[in-house]
């Protein structure tokens, strides 16, 4: 789960991490008064109105701007931006609708830094990962220069390590002559890692974190992803949430318990069983396809969510076939067999089907299927539906 920069920097003061000032708005008429009230806190005369979309590279989109003409100018600014399609990198060529700005103090900035935690999988540490090349482009910095990215690793077991955080202070060039500014940084990281492990998190990023020309360290921006697994444990993250960041047919999959992710190709895909389903995608992009999306239906789904699936699939307008993909064990053929029928006489399919049924009930299915008077190509294995669904798609494109 992601939040918004705002979010995070509202949960980043609260572990101590210092955050410029600065205030959610949600209406050009909101912005005029709280940059009014930042420049009479801070006395600096500079405000900057963000863009809130869970992407990066909002500045180079046009999403970051800094004021230097005042309350009214900082409003023309949001009315502007409101409601852009904002585009970068990340959001793809369709952009992200702006419905939420952040309103935030200026700073005298010396240099900007690269800092994020995150779970490494591969030696079930906690990673943290710096660079001196800190803003927009740490992407390229990575491709180009990958020596500048600095990694160490907290070990869960043992916690957080001071000396870990003062040698990556050192990497970075935060001390010895700026000794109040390695201090801080310890303490940043400290702060962090008791946010990441308390919020149960997967991801905590700033870029960048600033150095101000008096040498005090500042997260000028946030970016926080939530571990959907610890869900249960944080009743509190529901009223973070934007189901305006969402793609609308995921947000869907999750309201019906199923598990499904948006791609860029041509061919749905139907399937039980996560490892399944990765498989499945594997051996499309082998015989020359391109799936449509990751779908996992669980090992119990119901014909009804089985219905659900195929509606969620035609969603996208780029599905050009589909390949259903189940092996039967806890879930019996025959009801996945009874939900593609339904489905497919509910929503008039009209592109090629494929399915290749295996193992609990798979002879009823197959007759289901069979009995059904509906053009629907059977496969005898996961190649042979591969190959059939791929050649199905080629020819109708032809």
Known sequence: ???????????????????????????????????ERLIAETGMP???????????????????????????????VAEKMLGMQLVTKQTGASGQTVRR???????????????ALLVDRETRRVAI??????????????????????????????????????????????????????GQFVKVVESLYRMFVAEDCSLVEINPLVVTKSGDLVALDSKVNFDDNASYRHPEWQSLHDAYEEDPVELSAKRAGLSYVSLDGDIGCLVNGAGLA???????????????????VGGGASQEQVKTAFEMILQ????RGIFVNIFGGIMRCDVVAGGIVAATKELGLKVPLVVRLDGTNVELGRKILDESGLLIQSASSMSDGAQKIVAAVTKAQA
Do not use: C, W
Not at 3 to 23: A, D, L, N
Not at 278 to 296: K, Q, V, W
């Open 278 to 296: 990765m498989a499945t995608m594997d051996i499309i992009m082998h015989y020359g396809g391109r799936p449509a999306n990751f779908l996992d």
């Open 1 to 35: 789960m992601k939040i918004h920069e705002y979010q995070g920097k509202e949960i980043f003061r609260r572990y101590g991490v210092p955050t410029p000032k600065g205030e959610p708005a949600f209406n050009a008429d909101e912005v005029a008064p709280i940059a």
């Open 46 to 76: 500079v405000v900057v109105v963000k863009a809130q979309i869970h992407a990066g590279g909002r500045g180079k989109g046009g999403g970051v701007k800094v004021v230097k003409g005042g309350p009214i100018e900082a409003k023309s």
């Open 129 to 182: 990962i710096a660079s001196t090349e800190g803003g927009m482009d740490i992407e390229q910095v990575a491709h180009d220069t990958p020596e500048k990215i600095l990694t160490m690793y907290f070990d869960p077991g043992a916690g957080f390590s001071p000396f870990i955080a003062r040698k990556l202070g050192f990497a970075l060039g935060l001390g010895p002559s700026m000794k109040g500014t390695l």
């Open 316 to 319: 996208s307008g780029h599905v």
């Open 101 to 115: 700005l952040y309103i935030e103090q200026g700073l005298d900035i010396a240099r900007e830094l690269y800092l």
